[in-house]
């Protein structure tokens, strides 16, 4: 006789949408816990529990379950938790790094002349305008505008984790085109 955790793999597998919305409603507010307590943000919680469940739904004619659906579900939420930690330790050391660098260009900038002031302004602009236009608006909303990242998903009726990746990328781009200006104002 097939247990219960065979039983929900194998109508998974084959695509049921009663057995994905019965995972769904025994597992969604279980595993949203266990991930605030990765992250002590419901928010982000709430986003990497509903990602996972997208992939199972998508994905879930390829997954090999080797345990129960429950053990494996839980485990998908802590590897992602993990990640999740792991991309804001390194965007928050960058955002750190280019706050250093705004300083020193506001340091070298009252000292020099204002033609350097100028040609930093405009190269700035220049960079900002070569963004992808919902790029640019992300992130001048948040940078500019002072915007958390759930304030802008809101407006702009996206989901928060397109707006950090978007964010991500405009400083990418950025720190790329503007790396030039730096050396330009330090020599």
Not at 48 to 56: A, H, P
Not at 62 to 87: A, D, Q, R, W
Request: with cysteine; charged share 25%; glycine share 2%.
């Amino acid at each position: 006789m097939a247990s219960e955790n065979d039983l929900f793999v194998t109508k998974l597998t084959q695509g049921d949408a009663r057995a994905f919305e019965c995972l769904f409603k025994i597992y969604y507010s279980k595993l949203t816990l266990f991930a605030n307590r990765f992250l002590n943000d419901i928010d982000a919680a709430e986003e990497i529990v509903s990602d996972m469940f997208v992939v199972l739904w998508e994905n879930g004619h390829e997954i090999n379950f080797t345990g129960t659906v429950g053990s494996y579900l839980f485990k998908s939420v802590k590897n992602k938790c993990l990640n999740y930690l792991k991309h804001q330790k390194i965007e928050n050391l960058y955002v750190n790094y280019l706050e250093r660098e705004q300083l020193l260009s506001e340091v070298v900038l009252s000292a020099e002349s204002p033609y350097l002031e100028k040609e930093m302004t405009r190269q700035i602009n220049i960079a900002l305008e070569s963004l992808p236009e919902k790029c640019r608006e992300i992130f001048m909303m948040s940078r500019f505008d002072h915007m958390k990242y759930k304030e802008i998903a809101v407006k702009l009726n996206l989901s928060p984790k397109t707006v950090e990746r978007q964010v991500g990328i405009a400083l990418d781009k950025l720190r790329r085109l503007l790396k030039h200006v730096t050396y330009m104002l330090l020599f």
